[in-house]
C-alpha cells in the first residue's frame, strides 16, 4: 500500500502596487486553513486598508474551511479583499456558495476596486 501524501498549500506574497497578492497553489482545505488564514492576516496587516487579492488561479480544491477563510476575512478585516483569477474549480465554488456576490472576483490587478 503506498503511503498517503498530506495536501499542500504554498503561500507566495508579492507587494504589488495595487495590493498585498497572496499567490496560492494546491489545497486550501481544513488541514491548510489555519495556514492561509494566518498569510492573509498578516497580509492585512503588512499594508492596512490596502487591498489584499488572493490569487487563486493555481488552487486545485477548496472547501468549505477555505471558503470561511475568504468569508471571515471579507467580513473582518480593514482591508478590501478580493479574489484574483480563480481556477475553475474555486470559481465554481464562489458562485455556488454565492459568496462571488459578497466577495469581489477579478481576473486582473488593474479591476481591484480602490481602498474604502
Same mark, same amino acid.
Given at each position: 500500500?503506498? *503511503?498517503?501524501?498530506? @495536501?499542500? $498549500?504554498?503561500?507566495?506574497?508579492?507587494?504589488? *502596487?495595487?495590493?498585498?497578492? $497572496?499567490?496560492?497553489?494546491?489545497?486550501?482545505?481544513?488541514?491548510?486553513? *489555519?495556514?492561509?488564514?494566518?498569510?492573509?492576516?498578516?497580509?492585512?496587516?503588512?499594508? *492596512?486598508?490596502?487591498?489584499?487579492?488572493?490569487?487563486?488561479?493555481?488552487?486545485?480544491?477548496?472547501?468549505?474551511?477555505?471558503?470561511?477563510?475568504?468569508?471571515?476575512?471579507?467580513?473582518? $478585516?480593514?482591508? @478590501?479583499?478580493?479574489?484574483?483569477? @480563480?481556477?475553475?474549480?474555486?470559481?465554481?465554488?464562489?458562485?455556488?456558495?454565492? $459568496?462571488?456576490?459578497?466577495?469581489?472576483?477579478?481576473?486582473?490587478?488593474?479591476?481591484?476596486? @480602490?481602498?474604502?
Amino acid at each position: 500500500m503506498a *503511503p498517503l501524501s498530506a @495536501p499542500q $498549500l504554498e503561500i507566495a506574497v508579492e507587494n504589488a *502596487p495595487e495590493a498585498v497578492v $497572496l499567490r496560492l497553489e494546491g489545497e486550501v482545505d481544513l488541514a491548510t486553513t *489555519p495556514q492561509f488564514s494566518s498569510a492573509v492576516s498578516l497580509a492585512a496587516a503588512a499594508r *492596512p486598508g490596502e487591498p489584499v487579492a488572493i490569487d487563486m488561479a493555481g488552487v486545485d480544491l477548496i472547501d468549505s474551511t477555505g471558503l470561511r477563510v475568504l468569508l471571515d476575512a471579507s467580513r473582518s $478585516l480593514d482591508s @478590501p479583499l478580493v479574489v484574483l483569477r @480563480p481556477s475553475r474549480e474555486v470559481r465554481r465554488m464562489l458562485e455556488l456558495t454565492m $459568496l462571488a456576490a459578497t466577495i469581489p472576483v477579478v481576473e486582473d490587478l488593474s479591476q481591484i476596486p @480602490p481602498a474604502r
